[in-house]
């Protein structure tokens, strides 16, 4: 018998920021002394660090489009998967996390200079 995988969506920060003023919810499972140092400057955004993921995920709602991030992607990827294989079904992780978010200048508080950037992203030609 043959598995089908289903491979979890994700999206760039600028589709992100549309979605976000959009309505959709976005949720960052980055651990608590990350978010002190730089956080994402949107309404109503949701903190549930990865450390507590499987303990407070239902506080997520099912009934909306959410959007997870972390810095680089990489968590909030696993945390997509997560909730994915709970039986949410709007769900997608925005990839390369708020390090590119910072590099397209979107909203943050914080300092920006305390985010470990990649390189991928040096042009403004990248979404």
Same mark, same amino acid.
């Given at each position: ?44 955004? +949701?903190?549930?660090? *990865?450390?507590?993921?499987? %303990?407070?995920?239902?506080? #997520?709602?099912? $009934? ?29 992780? +925005?990839?390369?996390? *708020?390090?590119?978010?910072? %590099?397209?200048?979107?909203? #943050?508080?914080? $300092? ?16």
């Amino acid at each position: 018998m043959e598995t089908t995988t289903i491979k979890a969506t994700e999206i760039c920060p600028t589709s992100t920021f549309k979605r976000v003023q959009e309505g959709a919810l976005l949720v960052d499972v980055r651990e608590e002394n990350e978010i002190q140092q730089v956080a994402f400057n949107v309404p109503k955004i +949701m903190y549930v660090p *990865i450390s507590e993921f499987e %303990k407070r995920f239902s506080e #997520i709602p099912q $009934d909306r489009e959410v959007i997870l991030v972390c810095q680089s992607g990489s968590r909030s990827l696993k945390a997509t998967y997560f909730l994915m294989n709970h039986g949410y079904t709007h769900v997608v992780n +925005m990839h390369s996390g *708020i390090e590119r978010w910072i %590099k397209k200048g979107f909203p #943050i508080i914080g $300092d920006a200079s305390s985010v470990q950037s990649d390189s991928c992203c040096s042009s403004n030609s990248c979404c």
